[in-house]
């Protein structure tokens, strides 16, 4: 099923988590901006070297850096099985030069979904988080920790990383960024009428259940945005 989705959400919503999951069940592939830009940041590249202060200060990578990136991405032939946008867009510049570009390729995003989750519960969702290093299975001290303690359940390795921009003042910042810059977004897809939502409180498979639903195309999946 080659359907093209937005995740939207604050940090923290749930977006990576949900949209792996997504990946696995329906065929589709997993793009954020967020993993384009650590590893340009690993790799040293003129993306990675621009970008790299920024986002250690939780601050939103310049429109045309993330543009460029994803344009390049969705141009690679598997994208046309259908991809799960997780992060992309964050500004209505974003939203807008998606719009276009996927004009260009005959393409069009069939949902853009709300992951709804208080601000109070993302710094606790956020600080708790780490991920395996060897295959980036994601965890999360509290509400998902390896079934055994330091053992990846995935691939069985021992080694975990937590990210940079994991830590409390930052997610502050990002929050801020989130509610100023990216918010706005919604409603520009609302307005095209192409907005759903789900209640990203509920338990990691209850969300995914929701947003299976919406992508089968069940009637009354979602909550109204
Ligand atoms: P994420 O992994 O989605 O939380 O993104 C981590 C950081 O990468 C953000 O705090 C931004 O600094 C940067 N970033 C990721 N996606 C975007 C985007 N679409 N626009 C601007 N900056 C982004």
Do not use: W
């Not at 997504?22 to 954020?32: A, C, P, T, V």
């Not at 790799?43 to 986002?55: E, F, L, N, Q, Y």
Request: contains cysteine; glycine residues 12%.
């Amino acid at each position: 099923m080659a359907v093209n989705i937005v995740l939207l959400g604050p940090p923290g919503a749930g977006k990576g988590t949900q949209a792996k999951r997504l990946q696995d069940q329906f065929g589709l592939i997993q793009l954020s901006t967020g993993d384009m830009l650590r590893a340009a940041v690993a790799a040293g590249t003129p993306v990675g070297v621009k970008a790299k202060a920024i986002m250690a200060a939780g601050q939103l990578v310049p429109d045309e850096i993330v543009i460029g990136v994803i344009a390049d991405r969705i141009a690679q032939p598997d994208a046309r099985n259908g991809f799960i946008l997780d992060g992309f867009p964050r500004t209505v510049p974003q939203a807008e030069a998606l719009d276009k570009m996927l004009a260009q390729k005959g393409l069009r995003l069939d949902h853009v979904i709300e992951m709804k989750v208080d601000d109070g519960a993302l710094v606790e969702r956020i600080s708790g988080r780490f991920a395996c290093k060897k295959c980036g299975a994601g965890y999360h001290d509290r509400f998902q920790p390896p079934k055994r303690a330091g053992v990846c359940d995935n691939c069985g390795g021992t080694e975990f990383v937590r990210r940079a921009d994991d830590n409390a003042e930052t997610v502050k910042k990002r929050l801020d960024e989130y509610h100023a810059k990216t918010a706005p977004i919604l409603p520009y897809y609302r307005a095209k009428g192409a907005l759903k939502a789900v209640d990203g409180m509920a338990e990691i498979d209850a969300v995914t259940a929701s947003l299976s639903a919406i992508l089968r195309g069940a009637a009354g999946a979602g909550v109204r945005a």
